[in-house]
């Protein structure tokens, strides 16, 4: 079965450090591997997304994704945190398995300190 | 152009009472999937449709219906409402899933009461 996990629910930086969100999925078939970030109230909007053409991805706002077959992740990065980051982060793996459906992982609040 | 549209954004309604929410897609999509966001639950998938045809559903009760219309503009339908229907209903919309990108509506907030 399909599934995505995302590690901590909650993640705390400070202003200007790395942000590491994490993400594993399992897949039966080659995924499309999507991260998107929700803002207080309002719907998703996508970051960036893997469609098997390069294994690193760059998204909007300096935030980038790496595809490791290996390790099944597509682990969220962005080198230097801003205030405005702070939302909930969602990974989520999109299929065409008898017909075309997007799980969701558990999604990642993160927090930016001044 | 304009995005996903979703109406109401916000309505309230009682137990036992049925519901019907709206989506309008972006021009040219043909693709509309639901989708309910709830604290427990996180985002769950209800169902995708695809010129005019239910091409899969998710893990809900009959109670969740939907359907689309031959201008690719979606209804979803709640009937018998329960407390725990209280959710943001999300649509969303693409040209050709999983490969193009799938564009959200602002949400349909549901509150049963």
């Known amino acids: 079965a399909q599934s995505v996990t995302q590690l901590g629910s909650h993640v705390s930086v400070s202003e200007g450090a790395l942000v590491l969100l994490r993400c594993n999925y399992s897949?039966?078939?080659?995924?499309?591997l999507f991260w998107y970030v929700q803002y207080p109230n309002q719907g998703l909007q996508l970051l960036l997304k893997y469609t098997s053409a390069a294994t690193l991805v760059k998204g909007i706002n300096g935030f980038e994704a790496e595809f490791k077959k290996s390790e099944t992740s597509f682990h969220l990065t962005k080198p230097s945190a801003h205030m405005s980051d702070a939302a909930e982060y969602f990974c989520?793996?999109?299929?065409?398995?008898?017909?075309?459906?997007?799980?969701f992982g558990a999604g990642t609040r993160l927090f930016v300190k001044a | 152009k304009a995005g996903v549209t979703q109406t109401p954004r916000y309505l309230i309604k009682t137990r036992g009472q049925q519901v019907t929410l709206s989506c309008s897609p972006i021009?040219?999509?043909?693709?509309v999937s639901w989708y309910q966001q709830t604290p427990g639950q996180g985002l769950q998938f209800l169902f995708e449709y695809f010129s005019e045809t239910q091409r899969n559903k998710g893990n809900f009760p009959g109670r969740f219906s939907g359907r689309q219309f031959s201008n690719s503009r979606s209804e979803m339908n709640v009937s018998t409402l329960e407390l725990g229907d209280s959710a943001l209903y999300l649509c969303?919309?693409?040209?050709?899933?999983?490969?193009?990108?799938?564009?959200f509506g602002e949400g349909s907030w549901l509150t049963v009461v």
């Open positions: 969303a919309s693409s040209l050709n899933p999983p490969v193009d990108t799938i564009y």
């Open positions: 989520a793996v999109s299929l065409n398995a008898g017909g075309f459906k997007t799980i």
């Open positions: 897949s039966s078939v080659p995924p499309y």
């Open positions: 021009s040219g999509h043909r693709s």
